[in-house]
């Protein structure tokens, strides 16, 4: 008679499965009752949005894009500052009033706000279907010189370079930059002196590198430095030199993760790297900080929802530069964000910093977490 078998080790999980398990636990805490909701919208097909390329046909892609009916939300946002403009001239008389839940900073209630470019990155379109619409939109094709139109991404991954508000003449540094959505999107702003594109992993800035050659003309790819270092040293490589730095870190990824087995970092075998996961975003923040000069600016952004890798990574940040290298940093209020591109994303109202744009049914983009701190001294 054959003796039954037991396994000796519990069943495998796969890790799409582990990922959920773990957001049940922690996101039904952070999110309450609106976790539900987030949920189902993670586990549904996710939205995309077409980044306009400046350095393409821009007629011809224009129509091709107004044919779809997908529409520019960055455009869009332009009327929202026409109400506030508007709404600031009927206040400017009265005292400031509290908006309760609604937090707009007093400032931009009084005073106008001349056009969208002074506080966003200007010329970046970006193209998404109306809200509920689901179309998709077809691959971008070559035009006559080999350049293409658009570049698909999750719409609201090009918040951060928005809010990173680039001006003529800065030096960028885009400290994770691979495979290089964000990186177009900061050079469709035709504003870097030069940038300097970084991603520690050789075979990410190869693949930066052909989507830059797809988008980008020669002479502007020249103004581009692209490196394979590990970012957390640039603090000690190069110091109070950027402008503008954008720290977009390796995260959780939390909709790849409960989508697709493949690269997933729930994996049984990544859990040490998982565990240090916010230690390795506190030292590329603290090191994207260091590189930029006293006055600039840096946008912090992951694609995940976790309170532990957004805020807590910028609290820690604040307080280990002021403590270890007397640098005061100052986390600047983006809530105007979420007035701009309340009609596109829906934006999680609860963030101690900086702005959440969590997966909902209806627009079904993010999850992305970016806020914005300025280099005092
Ligand atoms: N910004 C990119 C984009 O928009 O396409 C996405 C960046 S992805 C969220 C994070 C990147 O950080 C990965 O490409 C990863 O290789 C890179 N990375 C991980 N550790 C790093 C380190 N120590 N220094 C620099 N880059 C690192």
Redesign the pocket.
């Known amino acids: 008679r054959q003796k039954k078998k037991w396994a000796a080790t519990r069943p495998r999980i796969s890790s799409t499965r582990l990922a959920l398990q773990n957001f049940d636990m922690n996101y039904s805490v952070q999110f309450g009752s609106l976790w539900p909701s987030i949920r189902i919208s993670l586990l549904s097909e996710q939205k995309y949005g077409a980044l306009f390329n400046n350095f393409s046909d821009i007629q011809r892609m224009t129509q091709e894009l107004e044919c779809l009916n997908a529409v520019d939300f960055i455009w869009e946002s332009q009327k929202v500052v026409q109400d506030l403009n508007s709404a600031a001239g009927q206040q400017a008389s009265k005292p400031a009033v509290s908006t309760g839940t609604l937090a707009v900073p007093a400032e931009s209630q009084a005073q106008p706000h001349p056009c969208l470019s002074t506080l966003i990155s200007p010329n970046i379109r970006c193209y998404i279907f109306p809200k509920g619409d689901i179309s998709l939109f077809p691959p971008a094709r070559p035009d006559t010189l080999g350049i293409l139109g658009y570049y698909l991404?999750d719409a609201a991954?090009v918040l951060p370079v928005l809010a990173l508000n680039v001006q003529p003449g800065d030096l960028v540094l885009?400290?994770?930059?691979?495979?290089?959505?964000?990186?177009l999107a900061l050079l469709q702003t035709g504003c870097c002196r030069e940038l300097a594109a970084?991603?520690?992993?050789i075979s990410?800035t190869g693949r930066l590198n052909r989507v830059l050659r797809s988008y980008i003309p020669p002479n502007i790819c020249d103004i581009v430095r692209i490196t394979s270092?590990?970012?957390?040293k640039w603090g000690d490589l190069e110091a109070n030199t950027y402008d503008r730095v954008?720290v977009?870190?390796?995260?959780t990824?939390d909709r790849h993760s409960v989508m697709e087995e493949d690269n997933n970092i729930f994996k049984n075998m990544r859990k040490g790297e998982r565990q240090m996961l916010p230690m390795?975003q506190l030292e590329?923040l603290i090191a994207g900080i260091l590189a930029a000069k006293p006055g600039g600016e840096v946008v912090y952004s992951?694609?995940s929802l976790s309170q532990l890798q957004n805020e807590c990574v910028v609290e820690r940040a604040v307080e280990l530069l002021n403590i270890q290298y007397n640098i005061d940093v100052h986390v600047e209020d983006l809530s105007i964000f979420r007035r701009l591109f309340q009609d596109t994303f829906s934006f999680f109202p609860n963030c101690r910093l900086g702005e959440l744009v969590v997966p909902h049914l209806t627009s079904n983009f993010g999850p992305m977490y970016f806020c914005k701190l300025r280099r005092v001294g």
């Open positions: 991404l991954s885009d400290l994770c930059a691979a495979p290089g959505g964000k990186t970084n991603d520690v992993s990410r270092w590990d970012g957390r954008l977009d870190v390796p995260c990824n390795l590329l992951t694609c």
